[in-house]
């Protein structure tokens, strides 16, 4: 670590006139993911995630049951499933798509940590998902 000394001059508004006397400390380079020390840091490989979405009714709840299916498939193939909670048909706060019911599931699970932006991008373009929201836990 290297010290460089600098001084200053200040002149404010009034035409007061001040010098400023202050050391810059340069430190050594790191790359990104680094500790000081030079150890790299620990990155896990695979995160915990909670994901809630909500599939439309509009054709029954045996329409989504397909959808449940089609991620749940997605989620074992690139992670490790955990648990799946249906919370089943539940009135919505406000509607989505001109619906004012959808069918809740909430899925717990393990995965690496570019599978959430995926899982999202299929969800977005499958018809039948009204909402998805995707937390990781730790």
Same mark, same amino acid.
């Given at each position: 670590m290297t010290s460089e000394k600098y001084s200053v001059k200040i002149i404010d508004r009034c035409g007061n006139r001040s010098r400023i006397k202050f050391k810059f400390y340069s430190l050594?380079?790191?790359?990104?993911?680094?500790?000081?020390?030079?150890?790299?840091?620990?990155?896990? &490989?695979?995160?915990?995630? %909670?994901?809630?979405?909500?599939?439309?009714? +509009? /054709? $029954?709840?045996?329409? &989504?049951?397909?959808?449940? %299916?089609?991620?749940?498939?997605?989620?074992? +193939? /690139? $992670?490790?499933?955990?648990?799946?909670?249906?919370?089943?048909?539940?009135?919505?706060?406000?509607?989505?798509?001109?619906?004012?019911?959808?069918f809740y599931v909430l899925f717990n699970y393990q995965a690496p940590t570019e599978f959430p932006a995926e899982l999202d991008r299929v969800a977005k373009i499958t018809d039948g998902v009204l909402r998805t929201l995707i937390i990781r836990k730790n």
């Open positions: 050594p380079r790191m790359h990104r993911g680094q500790r000081p020390e030079g150890g790299a840091l620990r990155m896990s &490989a695979n995160n915990s995630y %909670e994901t809630m979405m909500v599939f439309s009714v +509009a /054709n $029954g709840e045996e329409a &989504a049951q397909p959808l449940v %299916e089609k991620f749940k498939a997605m989620i074992e +193939a /690139n $992670g490790t499933l955990e648990s799946v909670d249906e919370w089943g048909k539940r009135k919505l706060a406000y509607l989505i798509d001109d619906e004012p019911e959808g």
